[in-house]
């Protein structure tokens, strides 16, 4: 049985590869297409935006004048297009796929709110193989004591307006964690001057900003005289897209709650 998905921001450059990827996946099934009211191309229809033969849904402005209940919502946008998202759709019933990044506490806490009556997948990278990093890095964070430190260095392409990127601040709160610190309390982004000698209290974070890197996420774990170092690299958007498609696939049946890629992947 194919799976009835909404995208929103589809447009965008993750919106195209998830409408891509879904109309090769004949368990997939587009029902609307969202992108922001004053887009000049409302109203046209989607395949012909991609590059692809008419398939007879149109880009819209407006969630609800799409089937929301019976579908899946893919949410790769910017944070205020998600929380406005949130607001239209505010004691209504769907299930929700949220790949966006950038979000603040009260954004966290809407999407909170949003899962305690609806279904929801929350997670800041789609990809298998991020999701293993995340374990990874718990696993090898876990075992390791405070002589090792841990540093955590991202790099993305000069669009991107988010700095950490949502998967480095997952890493991050990952590392905190096992030094029994919250993200705000260990994370030291960047250093720069005279900072005195390293803390064993920390964890480094630093963010690359060039050309047209899809996403390059490294964990060096730092110890004297050795070191370990946990490295993914994204070579293709498409690897995002075909994990919220996975992830949509999936929340299409599940009861309200927050959910995370571990979820769906069965970690």
Same mark, same amino acid.
């Given at each position: ?14 919106? $195209? ?13 587009? =029902? ?19 590059? @692809? ?16 209940? +019976? ?22 019933? =769907? ?5 966006? =990044? ?14 305690? +009556? ?24 876990? $075992? ?13 392409? @000069? ?31 960047? @250093? ?38 946990? $490295? ?9 897209? @075909? ?25």
């Amino acid at each position: 049985m194919a799976t009835d998905i909404i995208i929103n921001g589809a447009l965008g450059k993750m919106g $195209k590869e998830i409408l891509l990827c879904a109309l090769e996946d004949r368990n997939m099934r587009i =029902t609307g297409c969202l992108e922001y009211p004053a887009h000049p191309s409302i109203g046209k229809d989607i395949g012909p935006l991609i590059g @692809r033969e008419p398939v007879n849904v149109l880009l819209s402005d407006s969630v609800e004048k799409s089937p929301f209940e +019976s579908s899946v919502i893919i949410d790769f946008s910017v944070p205020a297009a998600t929380s406005l998202l949130l607001q239209k759709l505010s004691g209504k019933h =769907t299930a929700l796929v949220i790949a966006t =990044t950038g979000f603040d506490k009260n954004g966290v806490a809407a999407i909170e709110d949003f899962s305690r +009556s609806n279904p929801v997948v929350f997670s800041p990278n789609m990809s298998l193989g991020v999701n293993i990093l995340f374990y990874l890095t718990e696993l090898v964070a876990s $075992k390791l004591n405070e002589d090792f430190d841990i540093e955590i260095i991202e790099a993305h392409h @000069r669009f991107k307006k988010d700095a950490p990127s949502g998967t480095a601040k997952k890493l991050g709160e990952i590392a905190a964690a096992s030094l029994g610190l919250s993200y705000d309390q260990a994370i030291k982004n960047g @250093r720069a001057g005279i900072v005195g000698e390293r803390t064993k209290k920390e964890v480094g974070m630093h963010a690359v900003r060039g050309g047209d890197i899809v996403g390059d996420h490294t964990v060096l774990f730092a110890g004297l005289g050795e070191r370990i170092e946990l $490295k993914h690299v994204v070579h293709s958007r498409s690897t995002l897209a @075909r994990g919220a498609i996975t992830a949509a696939k999936w929340v299409s049946n599940r009861k309200s709650g927050l959910y995370s890629m571990r979820d769906v992947l069965g970690f």
